[in-house]
């Protein structure tokens, strides 16, 4: 799994984990150490996730209770800004041999994707 979120002008660290993502590991492991204080470091701002089991296991709905979100319909043909970016990485990645150079790999092109795209993709 490979986890980031974005902001018009800023971006979190990208979380790659291996193995099943729970509710309790999505709180545990995103939400507490990275949501929570990115969001606390940008005033206004509201957090959107889509309907994955993870997001909407009642103990990631009671952590967000704390932030202001957007909810997900159920079936939404709305494409969030964070969807196309994901696929623009895609097409960028070069095979690699391990999972530790996927990991590498995907890591460097977050780091490198310029801020520019991200607010081409928000507006």
Known sequence: MV??????????????RHGTLTGQRYVDDI???????????????IFQQDNARPHT???AQDFL???QTLPWPARSPYIP???PMWDQLKRQMQSCRSAHDLDLAVQDLWAH??????RCLIN
Do not use: K, M
Not at 3 to 16: C, E, H, K, N
Not at 31 to 45: C, E, H, I, K, T
Not at 113 to 118: M, V
């Open 3 to 16: 986890w980031g979120v974005i902001a018009y002008d800023s971006r979190s660290t990208l979380i790659v």
């Open 31 to 45: 939400l507490r150490p990275r949501v929570g204080p990115f969001l606390n470091g940008l005033p206004g701002a």
């Open 57 to 59: 296991a009642r103990v």
């Open 65 to 67: 209770r704390h932030f």
């Open 81 to 83: 800004p964070v969807e």
């Open 113 to 118: 994707l310029p801020q520019e795209n991200i």
